[in-house]
């Protein structure tokens, strides 16, 4: 009894010789609300991007920290904060849900349902700020992240853990490269992650039904911050997408995550920084606009095999004005990833779709993990078609040309004619194999170039019904030796008898 008796005393001491002060740090006031920005007298302990709750139930994160306030940034308009009004320190920072229930969902950057398939179950919250994986647990990237798409696949491939950077003008094909991306991983194990940003919600719906009429919905997850959501639901939204790629990473999980698209998040930010009254820098945009997005791509790569062996690519999205690549944003992008596809509007609109400008494109690093087999193909592919482009523009002055820069002129629009490939069509590796063997060994040259496509993807499903050992053969060594390449060579001679016949 006597013991108790100390404890209640010892007790007492200790709520007594407590400053009063240290507990009002960690309540503040309203003081000025306008913008989606609470200004809140008070909180001199709270710390940058802390997560602050208000009487009403709303939360905030801090943006910015002054010396008698700090600023608060509202998570939802719904709900208005008034002055006077009591805010609370939580010590903690803003999280998402992660699990694997999330995958074929479509969620706000703050977890909340946008289809119709109920609450979100997940396993547990995780922070949407994280520190990037150092160099001790990453690993070279050593494995090709097929795309389905020729173009992309042969000249400027992909790396599981890359960067690479989508850029054009509106309405060039962006979005598109990305969802027959998606819709390529059907059954190769890779989880995607889109993250829509400042679009219009039409645009989600036309990519949720198509993914969900092919089946890809089930291994992906939509992140969506349409127009109308606050600026900094747009600007956390990649975060919080990254933040889901991780967990799925960190079990072992190769990830897709696309960032559809950076140009939209950088503009929420600048608003964020202008109602935060930031001085503006270049193009309005704050001093820290370089670090928002090189913080987000740093956190895709490929861990080591300590650390499960995961891998996250991303494949940012920028749109430019006027085909400048030299804008602010699109510059620092360039610089921040691994390598750019650039699309061009006037390739897009003479019917060279996927519009890719291959001169302007680059891969970094995807090279290294190019699947052997189609290195051998597409080897001279890109100079082929830089030497095709340069007689192009001189050829035009009508001047005669003589036989081998024909030859060259003749094989450039054949292989244009092969790279070409309509929406939702991609191909095996195999498949992109063939096209290019035929460009290489000739068999597309007396064709006409109406026929160029048509006959390489019947070839290749003859090849894939008539002679499934050689397919199967190439599709599992992932390379091409002599006897592959004799045994393809005598496939086609034949075929070409076939197509060339009347039926
Ligand atoms: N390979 C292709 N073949 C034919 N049409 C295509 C191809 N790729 C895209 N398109 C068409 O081009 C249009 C624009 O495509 P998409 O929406 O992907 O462009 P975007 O660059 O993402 O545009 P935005 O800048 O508006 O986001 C769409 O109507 C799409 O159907
Ligand atoms: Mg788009």
Do not use: W
């Amino acid at each position: 009894m006597i013991e108790k008796e100390t404890d209640l005393i010892s007790i007492l001491e200790k709520a007594l010789s407590a400053k009063p002060q240290e507990k009002l740090t960690e309540v503040g006031t309203v003081i000025k609300v306008g913008d989606g920005i609470c200004k809140v007298y008070g909180l001199s302990n709270a710390v940058f991007g802390e997560l602050i709750e208000f009487e009403n139930g709303t939360f905030g994160i801090i943006l910015d920290l002054d010396e008698d306030y700090v600023s608060v940034i509202l998570l939802d308009s719904t709900h208005s904060v008034i002055e006077q009004e009591i805010a609370k320190r939580t010590g903690d920072v803003f999280r998402v849900p992660v699990g694997e229930k999330l995958l074929g969902r479509v969620i706000s950057p703050t977890g909340k349902p946008l289809d119709s398939l109920g609450k979100v179950e997940f396993e547990y919250r995780s922070p949407v700020e994280k520190i990037a994986p150092g160099i001790i647990h990453r690993q070279p990237i050593n494995e090709s992240l097929e795309t389905g798409i020729t173009v992309i696949d042969c000249l400027i491939p992909i790396g599981r853990g890359q960067r690479e950077l989508l850029i054009g003008d509106r309405s060039t094909g962006k979005t598109s490269i990305t969802i027959d991306t998606i819709l390529h991983q059907k059954g190769k194990d890779v989880i995607c992650i889109y993250v829509s940003i400042g679009h219009k919600q039409a645009n989600t719906a036309r990519l949720v039904y198509e993914l969900e009429k092919h089946k890809a919905l089930e291994y992906t997850i939509i992140i969506d911050a349409d127009a109308q959501e606050p600026a900094l639901n747009q600007f956390l939204s990649p975060y919080a997408g990254c933040t889901i790629g991780e967990y799925f990473m960190d079990k072992g999980k190769d990830v897709l995550i696309i960032y559809d698209d950076l140009s939209m998040h950088a503009i929420a930010y600048r608003e964020l920084s202008l109602l935060l009254r930031r001085p503006p820098g270049r193009e309005a945009y704050p001093g820290d606009i370089f670090y928002i997005h090189s913080r987000l791509l740093e956190r895709a790569g490929k861990l080591s095999e300590k650390k499960g062996g995961g891998s996250l690519t991303a494949l940012p999205i920028i749109q430019t004005q006027g085909n400048d690549l030299s804008a602010y944003i699109p510059t620092n992008l360039i610089s921040i990833t691994d390598g750019q596809i650039f699309l061009d509007t006037n390739l897009f609109n003479q019917g060279i779709r996927p519009a890719v400008d291959i001169g302007l494109s680059v891969s970094r690093v995807g090279g290294i993990a190019q699947t052997k087999a189609i290195k051998k193909v597409a080897g001279k592919l890109k100079l082929e078609l830089a030497q095709y482009n340069e007689l192009l523009a001189f050829s035009q002055f009508g001047s005669e040309l003589d036989k081998a820069s024909q030859k060259i002129l003749d094989r450039g629009k054949r292989a244009i004619e092969i790279l070409k490939q309509p929406e939702k069509e991609t191909y095996s590796f195999v498949e992109q194999l063939i096209f290019l063997f035929l460009l290489k060994e000739g068999f597309l040259d007396n064709l006409k170039l109406d026929d160029v496509k048509p006959f390489a993807v019947q070839f290749a499903s003859y090849v894939k019904s008539v002679y499934k050992d050689i397919y199967e053969e190439i599709l599992k060594t992932k390379d091409f030796d002599q006897k592959d390449e004799s045994a393809l060579k005598k496939a086609a001679e034949e075929f070409v008898l076939i197509y060339s016949k009347p039926f």
